[in-house]
Structures are given as C-alpha cells and as structure tokens.
C-alpha cells in the first residue's frame, strides 16, 4: 500500500508538472515582448490632405501663471502645444521645475528655443546687428544648453522669419544671424496669425469668436506660411487671469468640435522635417 501511495502521488505531481508547463502556462512571451519604440522629440509624422493642422506656440515661457493655466488647459482637452522658451525667465526653484515639466511632457508638450535673453532684452536692432552675430548667436546656444531644449528649433524674438535648408524668409536686417542658425541646422520658424496683446495689458486683444473667425479665413483664402498648416503665436502672461484662460478653452473647444483640425507640436511642421 505505501510503494502504491508512494508512485501515484508521484504520477499526480509529474501530472501537475505537465499542466504547468504546458497549455495551461502563460506565454513566454507575455513577459519578454519588447515594448513599443516611444517616438521623441523631432519625430517626423505622415499628414492627412482632409485635416488642418493647427501648431499652437506660445513665446516667452515661462510666465506664470500664464504658463501654468496655459498647460492645465491643453492637458483638459488632451491637444499638443509648443512652449518656446527665454533663459533669463526662468528665476527660481519653481519656474525650473516648470521648465522641466514642459521638456518631459513630451509628445503633448514641446520645449523649443527663444534665446536666452529675449533679443538682448528687446533691443531688436543690437541684436540682430551684423557686428553682433556671433554674440546674437551664442545667446542662443546658451538658452539651449541651460534649458537643456531637445530640438534645434527657434523663433526669433520680436521677428517673424522663417529658415529651412537655405530658404530664408524674413526681414533683411536679421539675415546674418539666420544664415548663421540655418548653416548650423536650425530650423526658424516664424507665424502665420497672433493672438495679440492689449496695449498696457497682460490680457488678449483678440475675442475667441475674431480669433475663429479668422483662422477659418485663412485656411479657407490658403494664406498660410504651409497648406493645411497654421502657426498661431501667443504668449503665456495673457492668460493668467481666468476669464482670459476661459477665452483660451473656449478657442479650443470650438476648433475641436470641427474633426478636420489637429493640434500638433511645432517639430511637426512640414519645414522643421524636411531633410536637405
């Protein structure tokens, strides 16, 4: 009796074995599957000919709590948008922390280059002056590595230019910085409407309905800097009060009621992809 007790309980067990090991076992591969390649920053896409695209750009990051209203209303409605970023703005713990937070939210969010002291700290004709292109230059590399921005993407301070692989769109009196940029590899990217600012107010100038109004126009005309593309530039300080904020969800509201519009970061746009 006991040898009998002893080998089927041995058969039960190789039995057991079996089952664990066999069909009724979880696939290898459940636990070594690769996981999917997380595309970074400057990551180049297909474009939909049905769809408008719409590249929301907001300068002189950060500000807050413009920047911080900003971001918290993007995040609600789940759509993308690109900060364009000053070094001497970011002062302090918090606003690094912000800095920060803009650069790993990436693919909502995207850090992108507005010189470290926003044009010389707005003295436009010093900084773009032939004899000070290198300095002009540098300030800019400075803002990138400090801010530690993954993409070689620009706006000019107070200028709306455009470069691309030696196509150069803008004001004469900037040309030798941007040949200088464009030689380097950075793209420039300048844009096609403003949400303004009232004079003497950190408050839009624009009401959402003129604002909708004449996004749909230009779309419509095809008076933008790229077919079925819009750059909309605004600044973070304009909507730090909630009634301005408000504005701002309610913009985005409405375009997302219409299927045709896409939000999408700026390293997206057709000229910032291009390859030479």
Avoid at 9 to 32: E, I, R, W, Y
Avoid at 98 to 103: A, E, G, H, N, P
Wanted: with cysteine.
């Amino acid at each position: 009796m006991k040898k009998q007790f002893f080998f089927g309980s041995m058969a039960l067990l190789v039995l057991l074995f079996a089952c664990n090991n066999g069909k009724d076992q979880k696939p290898a591969t459940d636990s070594t599957k690769p996981a999917e390649a997380k595309l970074g920053p400057g990551s180049v896409i297909k474009y939909d000919s049905s769809k408008r695209y719409v590249f929301l750009t907001w300068d002189d990051s950060p500000q807050p709590p413009g920047t911080v209203n900003s971001k918290a209303i993007f995040r609600e409605h789940g759509i993308k948008a690109t900060f364009f970023a000053v070094g001497f703005n970011q002062v302090g713990p918090w606003k690094k922390r912000m800095i920060d937070s803009l650069r790993n939210d990436y693919p909502q969010f995207l850090l992108a280059n507005h010189s470290f002291s926003h044009g010389f700290n707005d003295k436009y004709s010093q900084f773009y002056a032939p004899a000070n292109t290198d300095s002009a230059l540098n300030d800019f590399i400075k803002n990138e590595q400090l801010l530690k921005i993954p993409v070689k993407i620009i706006r000019l301070p107070g200028n709306n230019t455009w470069a691309s692989n030696g196509d150069i769109q803008g004001q004469k009196s900037t040309t030798p910085v941007v040949v200088k940029l464009d030689s380097l590899g950075y793209k420039i990217v300048g844009w096609d409407m403003e949400w303004s600012q009232q004079a003497k107010a950190k408050a839009p100038k624009e009401s959402v309905d003129e604002m909708i109004k004449k996004l749909n126009q230009k779309f419509d005309d095809g008076s933008t800097n790229q077919p079925n593309m819009i750059v909309i530039l605004s600044h973070d300080r304009l909507f730090e009060k909630k009634q301005y904020a408000d504005s701002l969800s309610r913009f985005i509201n409405i375009l997302k009621q219409d299927k045709r519009y896409v939000f999408e970061t700026i390293d997206h746009y057709p000229t910032v992809q291009a390859k030479k």
